[in-house]
């Protein structure tokens, strides 16, 4: 079984509509949750980063943390065509200096 | 500023061969990671390089090597390329090691290596 598990789509969904990503994990050590959104031919991008559990929103974007669970999402509101890419989750422990990734999920936004 | 420049873009090689691929941090960047993409394995930790040294490693065969020079500069090797080698590889610049909650990380559009 894989550290981190995430369903790689392709999710297609109209404009406008909420997207919902998701990871699991199994390792409780880690404490660094991320979140990389990869445009085609391009290397990823920083999107958001939560330290330990709990919410953060950035403009129409908010990731979560539910240790409990071992579950983090990515909220995306009012989607557009340029959100079309591929999402992917990422997670470190406080101590390594390793991140591991999930394989990503293909979005399309169809306008 | 510049981004991180990765070379050559895209790269076909033949099963045995080796390969060198390079990346140029950008400047004042001390940090350079690498990582292997493929569709079946996601993105996958390489090794790590700070002022010239290896941090850390992933669990690749010792086939993957790299170095990284005094102006910073990285390249990794493959050795004896195998048709599984095939992929994207990313480099990722820093001032400092990690990626974790790490916002100032910044990755290169990588390097396709197709191997046949």
């Known amino acids: 079984q894989k550290e981190v598990e995430q369903d790689p789509g392709p999710l297609s969904v109209p404009e406008g509509a909420i997207v919902s990503l998701n990871c699991t994990y199994s390792n409780s050590a880690f404490q660094y949750f991320m979140w990389y959104r990869q445009y085609s031919r391009k290397g990823p991008e920083l999107l958001m980063y939560t330290y330990s559990s709990g919410n953060k929103e950035d403009g129409r974007f908010t990731a979560q943390v539910d240790k409990s669970s071992k579950y983090i999402s990515l909220f995306i509101r009012d989607s557009q065509p340029s959100d079309s890419a591929t999402y992917l989750c990422a997670m470190s422990d406080t101590g390594g200096f390793k991140t591991i990734f999930g394989a990503g999920t293909r979005l399309f936004v169809k306008a | 500023k510049a981004g991180v420049t990765q070379t050559p873009r895209y790269l076909i090689k033949t099963r045995g061969q080796q390969v060198t691929l390079s990346c140029s941090p950008i400047s004042g960047h001390r940090s350079v990671s690498w990582y292997q993409q493929t569709p079946g394995q996601g993105l996958q930790f390489l090794f790590e390089y700070f002022s010239e040294t290896q941090r850390n490693k992933g669990n690749f065969p010792g086939r993957f090597s790299g170095r990284q020079f005094s102006n910073s500069r990285s390249e990794m090797n493959v050795s004896t390329l195998e048709l599984g080698d095939s992929a994207l590889y990313l480099c990722?610049?820093?001032?400092?090691?990690?990626?974790?909650?790490?916002?100032?990380?910044?990755f290169g559009q990588g390097t396709r290596l197709t191997v046949v």
């Open positions: 990722a610049s820093s001032l400092k090691l990690g990626l974790q909650g790490n916002t100032e990380a910044f």
